[in-house]
């Protein structure tokens, strides 16, 4: 079993143009990530997938490796297919976010452990919720899952429903689960999820992963106790010195 780890960066990003350059205590983001992805034990090979020349040029610059993709990606799973379609020697990819300058390399092997069983085809992780700010924050995708440890549904509102306790005792209730943004695929099942259409739970929650579910793929999740700092504006750097 050969895995890959593909960081997806692209410039253009709504709420925080050139993200992957920005400085964090010397380092652009995008080199703190990939510096932290290659430490990861099991992975053959880390590239960057972008759409800019900028982000190509730095990655050059510290060392790194790089695939050029198309400018027209909706997602970080179209540009990582993209770059799949190219390589057909790794059996599993590793859909590494480009903006958690400090992800963990211990969650990037958790997930690829899920590939030790040959009936895995996507994989997640998932981390236990302990708060109630976490469990009602409609920002954060909550999980359910099987007995097989396999996703149910994801929602933005809190799941599943506990009919017969007031919401301030859920927390003590129910284990419930959020969502830890990080994703596995074998490569057929990467390839053959980027060209389904959008789906309507997809479109309701505006979480791609109901995608896959709605179209009877499966997911696997393991739980991490690990969490990640991801910056999505400007002002989210002001996580990192804390």
Known sequence: MKIIGIIPAR????????????????????????????????????VVATDDERIAEEVTNFGGKYVMTSPAHQSGTDRCAEVAAQLPEYDIIINIQGDEPYISP???????????????????????????????????????????????????QTIPF???????????????????????????????????????LEMAESLEQLRWLENGFTIKTKVTQLETIAIDTPEDLKKISK
């Not at 709420?15 to 990861?40: A, C, H, N």
């Not at 992780?125 to 009602?136: G, M, Q, V």
């Open 11 to 46: 410039y253009a990003s709504t709420r925080f143009p050139g993200k992957p350059l920005v400085d964090i205590y010397g380092k652009t983001m995008i080199q703190r990530v990939y510096e932290q992805s290659i430490k990861t034990k099991g992975l053959a090979e880390v």
């Open 106 to 156: 211990e969650q990037i092997e958790l997930l690829s452990t899920c590939f030790t069983d040959k009936e895995t085809q996507l994989a997640t992780l998932i981390k236990e919720i302990s708060t109630e700010e976490e469990l009602f924050n409609v920002n954060i995708p909550k999980v359910t899952i099987n007995s097989r440890q396999e996703a149910l549904y994801f929602s933005r």
């Open 162 to 200: 506990i009919r017969s306790a007031e919401k301030q005792e859920w927390i003590n209730k129910h284990q419930f689960y959020k969502h830890i943004g990080i994703y596995g695929y074998r490569r057929d099942v990467l390839l053959a999820i980027t060209k389904l259409q959008p789906s309507s």
